[in-house]
């Protein structure tokens, strides 16, 4: 495996890099570049109570690069991608470009409130110069409307077109009194027939294990914060999808998606803490 580094990248204007960023710290757990040491040191901290966080965040993105790749092979080529933190380290603009010919028509648009998060994917896009073609709108993601009605969004998404929207590992950011419910139903009922939903959601498992109780002192860190979390079950997952028709093989963990290699044994002892589903809006 190789050493992650410890030198910094360049920072975008404005940005406070003393002070750690949860997006830089998510990807610091996906093994990316756009972190400080303030970041690594934050991340570390977290890691040494729960030791799952690091695979459990890589498991999350391989999902979601698997979820890219089968929209591509169905014929999507809109995504939007909700509290998308930093897009580095294998997101959504880089799948497309690995899976699509460099005179692609895809689009993505990756949303987030923070706005460290929104300075460095702005920089990011603008160096790898795909801003014709995947933009970043800062707005909170429980706010549909806000989301939907954006500018940037209303550039690069034809809502009369299917749409791949993501909501990789942020809805444990939606609380009961955020009404999760009605907030999917508010970016179903504007997206087309054909379009697919992926949802990922972080879970306490089966409720037992040697590092359960690591996971809840995780929750009770970010229950301190303005970012509390909110774990949920398999069963309250699913009512999220409404109507849709869940695709095969349903909502299963995080791994168990179609997946395309094997877990090791760390690998393994994550697994029971997330779920997973995609689902596509029926009517095309």
């Not at 580094?5 to 998510?26: H, L, M, N, Q």
């Not at 963990?253 to 596509?280: F, Q, S, T, V």
Request: net charge negative.
């Amino acid at each position: 495996m190789t050493k992650q580094r410890d030198s910094a990248p360049r920072a975008p204007e404005g940005v406070d890099t003393e002070k750690p960023s949860a997006a830089r710290i998510y990807d610091w757990y996906l093994g990316g570049t756009q972190n400080w040491a303030v970041d690594r040191e934050f991340g570390r901290r977290m890691e040494q109570q729960w030791p799952l966080v690091r695979p459990g965040s890589k498991q999350n993105r391989e999902f979601m690069n698997r979820a890219v790749r089968a929209a591509l092979r169905a014929g999507i080529r809109q995504f939007i991608d909700l509290g998308s933190g930093v897009p580095t380290a294998g997101n959504v603009h880089e799948v497309v470009e690995a899976e699509l010919p460099e005179d692609h028509d895809a689009t993505v648009v990756y949303v987030d409130y923070e706005p460290v998060a929104v300075a460095h994917a702005t920089l990011i896009l603008e160096e790898e110069a795909a801003t014709d073609w995947a933009g970043i709108v800062q707005a909170d993601m429980r706010d549909a409307k806000a989301v939907l009605r954006a500018e940037e969004t209303k550039r690069l998404i034809d809502f009369s077109k299917p749409v791949c929207l993501m909501m990789m590992a942020v809805l444990h950011f939606v609380g009961p009194d955020d009404d999760p419910i009605g907030l999917l139903k508010a970016y179903r009922d504007k997206l087309a027939p054909g379009s697919w939903l992926a949802i990922s959601q972080m879970s306490e498992g089966d409720g037992t294990g040697k590092t359960l109780e690591g996971l809840r002192w995780f929750v009770e860190q970010y229950r301190k914060t303005s970012n509390p979390v909110w774990l949920r079950d398999r069963e309250e997952i699913e009512p999220l999808f409404g109507d849709w028709t869940l695709l095969e093989p349903g909502i299963v963990h995080l791994p168990d998606w179609r997946p395309d290699r094997k877990l090791n044994a760390l690998e393994a002892e994550a697994r029971p803490y997330a779920w997973c589903g995609i689902a596509e809006k029926p009517g095309a």
